[in-house]
Nanobody
Framework: QVQLVESGGGLVQPGGSLRLSCVTSKFTFSTYAMSWYRQAPGKEREMVAAISAAGDTTHYVDSVKGRFTISRDNAKNTGFLQMNSLKPEDTAVYYC?????WGQGTQVTVSS
């Protein structure tokens, strides 16, 4: 059974940092592009960042450019999202997505 498991979320003050991880199993992770999405209460799920299968191309939504960095380690079947200079509007459940699969999500709350 394919699994994508996110971790690293939590409560952080504005200006703080978090690093999300997405560990995959029973899945040829290295052959798929990977994305991070987020969904805030009452809002639609939006793509935050994406990375190609080889890790050589990335894309970010304008609101996180310069603050978030997506990366991956194909040898460890793991993707990452480094989030710096966090803002209250970054509060959401964050999901990783690869192929046809989604993780269960990890809550990120930015609040003083």
């Amino acid at each position: 059974q394919v699994q994508l498991v996110e971790s690293g979320g939590g409560l952080v003050q504005p200006g703080g940092s978090l690093r999300l991880s997405c560990v995959t199993s029973k899945f040829t992770f290295s052959t798929y592009a990977m994305s991070w999405y987020r969904q805030a209460p009452g809002k639609e799920r939006e793509m935050v960042a994406a990375i190609s299968a080889a890790g050589d191309t990335t894309h970010y939504v304008d609101s996180v450019k310069g603050r978030f960095t997506i990366s991956r380690d194909n040898a460890k079947n793991t993707g990452f999202l480094q989030m710096n200079s966090l803002k209250p509007e970054d509060t959401a459940v964050y999901y990783c997505h690869a192929g046809a699969y989604w993780g269960q999500g990890t809550q990120v709350t930015v609040s003083s």
